[in-house]
């Protein structure tokens, strides 16, 4: 099936780095993969080089969206063979709380920690809002 979202090299690579996406729920892994794609306009290249796999799609929106809204996430359209000024996908969903805190902005992991437990809070009152 994760042929069905990469070319057979590259996927073989994701399974290497991410082998635990053999026993996930197949629905699991289209969701994190349809988000990052999609919402996020992160190329299969870039997810192959990041742990995508490894990550809840919880920890990824929550990562993406703080970034959104504390200005260090571009989410305008990016045209065809434009390169995106956002950081890498690793750098954003592979890194400790301390490091993406202060690679972007300076914020403190409390701060971090808060927008966690508020944008889950609003994702429960409107579960069809996407975050």
């Not at 892994?29 to 190329?43: C, L, N």
């Amino acid at each position: 099936m994760v042929k069905g979202l990469f070319t057979n090299t590259d996927a073989v690579r994701v399974l290497r780095s991410c082998p635990n996406i053999l026993l996930d729920e197949w629905a699991d892994v289209q969701a994190k993969f349809d988000y990052v794609f999609h919402t996020m306009k992160v190329s299969q290249k870039q997810m192959m080089y990041a742990s995508l796999f490894n990550h809840s799609l919880q920890h990824v929106k929550n990562r993406h969206m703080f970034l959104v809204h504390a200005g260090f996430f571009d989410m305008s359209k990016i045209r065809e063979n434009e390169k995106s000024s956002n950081d890498s996908l690793d750098k954003i969903i592979d890194t400790t709380e301390e490091d993406f805190c202060r690679r972007f902005g300076g914020f403190s992991v409390e701060e971090y920690r808060t927008f966690c437990k508020l944008n889950e809070k609003k994702h429960l009152m409107d579960p069809d809002e996407e975050m």
